[in-house]
Antibody, heavy 126, light 107 residues
C-alpha cells in the first residue's frame, strides 16, 4: 500500500519561503507525477504543481513565479518550496500521486490523484 | 483557463439518489475524476475516467459525462456519504483543474 507523508514547519513568516517534503513509502517514486495540492481553510482544492520522477515539472500559472518542486529518488522524496509567502498562502498542503493516461485515440490525456498524504497545515504569520 | 462549475450544495434523504454535477465547456470531450473529502481528512478518489471506480469504492458511486456536464451519482445514499465532492480534469495546458466543490448533506 502506497503511503505519502508531508513534513515541514507549520508556521512561516510573511515574505519567507515555505518548505515541505513528502516521503513516499510502500512503492517506488519512479514513474507517476508527484504533486502538491493545497486547500485554504474553508475553501476548495488548488493544484500547485507536479514533478515527474525524471525531474520535469509543471506549475500552476498563478504560482509559477514562486514555486519550485524537486525530487530525490534515492530517498523516495519530493519537495515543495514556495517563496515570498503571504497570509493568502495559509492552507493545508497535500502531496499526492498523479496517474496519467491516454483516454482516447486522438491523444487526449488526463491525470488523476490516487494516493494522498494526510495533509499539513501551514500558517503564514509573524 | 478552463473552468469547472459545481453547485455549492446538494441535499438528499437517506436511501435516495444524489446527483452532483460538474459543468464545463465541452467537458464531454475530457476525462473527469471525482474526489470525496470528509471533514479533517484528505480527499479520496471515488471515480476516475468519467465512470471507473477504484478498488474499495462501493458500486453505489457512479459517474457519467456528456456534452457540457459530468455527473457523479450516489445511489442509496447513507449518512456516511455526507462530505464535500470535487470534480477534476486535466486541461489543454497540462494543468489539473478542480471544481469549486459541492457539499453533500444527508437529511
Amino acid at each position: 500500500q502506497v503511503q505519502l507523508q508531508e513534513s515541514g514547519p507549520g508556521l512561516v513568516k510573511p515574505s519567507e519561503t515555505l518548505s515541505l517534503t513528502c516521503t513516499v513509502s510502500g512503492g517506488s517514486i519512479s514513474s507517476y507525477y508527484w504533486s502538491w495540492i493545497r486547500q485554504p481553510p474553508g475553501k476548495g482544492l488548488e493544484w500547485i504543481g507536479y514533478i515527474y520522477y525524471s525531474g520535469s515539472t509543471n506549475y500552476n500559472p498563478s504560482l509559477k513565479s514562486r514555486v519550485t518542486i524537486s525530487v530525490d529518488t534515492s530517498k523516495n522524496q519530493f519537495s515543495l518550496k514556495l517563496s515570498s509567502v503571504t497570509a493568502a498562502d495559509t492552507a493545508v498542503y497535500y502531496c499526492a500521486r498523479g496517474v496519467t493516461y491516454y483516454y482516447d485515440s486522438s491523444g487526449g490525456r488526463s491525470i488523476y490523484f490516487d494516493y494522498w498524504g494526510q495533509g499539513t497545515l501551514v500558517t503564514v504569520s509573524s | 483557463s478552463y473552468v469547472l462549475t459545481q453547485p455549492p450544495s446538494v441535499s438528499v434523504a437517506p436511501g435516495q439518489t444524489a446527483r452532483i454535477t460538474c459543468g464545463g465547456n465541452n467537458i464531454g470531450s475530457k476525462s473527469v475524476h471525482w474526489y470525496q473529502q470528509k471533514p479533517g481528512q484528505a480527499p479520496v478518489l471515488v471515480v476516475y475516467d468519467d465512470s471507473d471506480r477504484p478498488s474499495g469504492i462501493p458500486e453505489r458511486f457512479s459517474g457519467s459525462n456528456s456534452g457540457n456536464t459530468a455527473t457523479l451519482t450516489i445511489s442509496r445514499v447513507e449518512a456516511g456519504d455526507e462530505a464535500d465532492y470535487y470534480c477534476q480534469v486535466w486541461d489543454s495546458s497540462s494543468d489539473p483543474i478542480f471544481g469549486g466543490g459541492t457539499k453533500l448533506t444527508v437529511l
